[in-house]
């Protein structure tokens, strides 16, 4: 479904659009990753630009973008039960 959404920086729609996990808990070296705390990406803006959330650190693609990824993340988890019956 996610992936189905436009970019929620660029909003370019496609499949280009990737599905970006913000990490919810670390234990040790492990990254648990929760489907709750997810936001669509373009691949540039995911993983290949300069700009890229993976090119950065949260904080700072956040204030680059202008974004608050765990509001939009809680956004898309309302939006999708909403459209699935799920409240």
Request: hydrophobic fraction near 35%; charge should be negative.
């Amino acid at each position: 479904w996610l992936h189905d959404q436009p970019c929620c920086i660029t909003g370019i729609e496609g499949p280009s659009v990737a599905v970006h996990h913000l990490t919810s808990l670390v234990y040790g070296n492990r990254i648990t990753k929760n489907d709750r705390y997810c936001v669509p990406l373009h691949h540039e803006i995911h993983q290949f630009g300069k700009f890229a959330v993976h090119e950065m650190n949260v904080e700072t693609f956040e204030a680059h973008h202008g974004v608050d990824l765990t509001a939009l993340a809680e956004f898309y988890w309302e939006k999708w039960e909403k459209e699935n019956g799920a409240i």
